[in-house]
T-cell receptor, first 109, second 113 residues
Framework: KQEVTQIPAALSVPEGENLVLNCSFTDSAIYNLQWFRQDPGKGLTSLLLIQSSQREQTSGRLNASLDKSSGRSTLYIAASQPGDSATYLCAGLSEKLVFGKGTKLTVNP | GAVVSQHPSRVICKSGTSVKIECRSLDFQATTMFWYRQFPKQSLMLMATSNEGSKATYEQGVEKDKFLINHASLTLSTLTVTSAHPEDSSFYIC?????????FGPGTRLLVL
């Protein structure tokens, strides 16, 4: 049974700082790993999707990596901005899409 | 492209009543749709997988007679919470799949009084 864990549960940083969010999964037989953003009371916005054959994906200030052998993925956010404040979820797709509990990020002006 | 809508966005109902939530893929056809539930500070949990024209597949612990799913067309799936109780209060999110990628709706906040 796939389990996805995200560390830390919450993170508060000053504006401009680079930061890393961590995601680990127990079943390495995943098809892909996806990072989402969720604003309070809202649905999910897909940020990056990494296929199992890929090592990383980049979009603007975001970079996500995937290491299947160690069961880990990281989301790197460069030059953080207050608008980046949200909960970030990772999800691994094997038999079904399994989500972590998320990391609540607060970027302080 | 790949927009998914949900209606309503928020609903408050009395205990014992039934509530229907719609999930629509607006610009693509989805043979498979998924229903998730999210409790506060918890992760999204898959409730059921809905395939057009066939019965939904429910996850373990999800009552199929309580959470009725209908996937009548390639662009519409509905979730009906029957005889809702306060413990059913949650955030319900659907997703629609195309080309092995799930696109998520904005969610429906259900509050049962």
């Amino acid at each position: 049974k796939q389990e996805v864990t995200q560390i830390p549960a919450a993170l508060s940083v000053p504006e401009g700082e680079n930061l890393v969010l961590n995601c680990s999964f127990t079943d390495s037989a995943i098809y892909n790993l996806q990072w989402f953003r969720q604003d309070p009371g809202k649905g999910l916005t897909s940020l990056l999707l990494i296929q199992s054959s890929q090592r990383e994906q980049t979009s603007g200030r975001l970079n996500a990596s995937l290491d299947k052998s160690s069961g880990r993925s990281t989301l790197y956010i460069a030059a953080s901005q207050p608008g980046d404040s949200a909960t970030y979820l990772c999800a691994g797709l094997s038999e079904k899409l399994v989500f972590g509990k998320g990391t609540k990020l607060t970027v302080n002006p | 492209g790949a927009v998914v809508s949900q209606h309503p966005s928020r609903v408050i109902c009395k205990s014992g009543t039934s509530v229907k939530i719609e999930c629509r893929s607006l610009d693509f056809q989805a043979t498979t749709m998924f229903w998730y539930r999210q409790f506060p500070k918890q992760s999204l949990m898959l409730m059921a997988t809905s395939n057009e024209g066939s019965k939904a597949t429910y996850e373990q612990g999800v009552e199929k007679d309580k959470f009725l799913i209908n996937h009548a067309s390639l662009t519409l799936s509905t979730l009906t919470v029957t005889s809702a109780h306060p413990e059913d209060s949650s955030f319900y999110i659907c997703s629609a799949q195309t080309q092995e990628t799930q696109y998520f709706g904005p969610g429906t906040r259900l509050l049962v009084l």
